[in-house]
């Protein structure tokens, strides 16, 4: 299997895994707290999602940079500013969806067993 399509893989996954993680945090803030605007709710999802996304974005752009210019090696740069706000956040919104999307199919599984 080619690299490419591997990644393709990996960002489809990554794609179904956020978008059932979204619809179902929605649905409970909805629940949870009728009075928030529909505006504000969007408004601060695409701000999450931005930042969950922005690291893989960008890797995608380095990726593309590399191959069209045939260079061998590219690396994200040392920076501390670009670990806090692109590094970090990535890696802590992909644990917190991965964990939370785990515990979301549980309950479903628990639902559609105890409750036919």
């Known amino acids: 299997m080619s690299f490419a399509l591997k990644v393709i893989l990996v960002l489809i996954s990554v794609f179904v895994l956020e978008f059932y993680f979204v619809k179902k945090v929605l649905g409970s803030i909805k629940i949870l707290f009728p009075k928030f605007s529909k505006q504000k709710i969007t408004i601060g999802k695409w701000i999450i ?16 940079y590399v ?17 806090y706000f692109v590094l970090y956040p990535f890696w802590i919104g992909t644990m917190i969806i991965v964990q939370a999307t785990l515990f979301f199919l549980l309950i479903e599984l628990i639902n559609l067993i105890l409750l036919p």
Do not use: S
């Not at 999602?49 to 593309?64: D, K, S």
């Open 49 to 64: 999602l931005t930042f969950v996304n922005l690291y893989p974005i960008i890797a995608i752009i380095g990726w593309i």
């Open 67 to 83: 191959y069209i210019n045939k260079i061998w090696y590219f690396a994200p740069p040392e920076n501390p500013f670009f670990d």
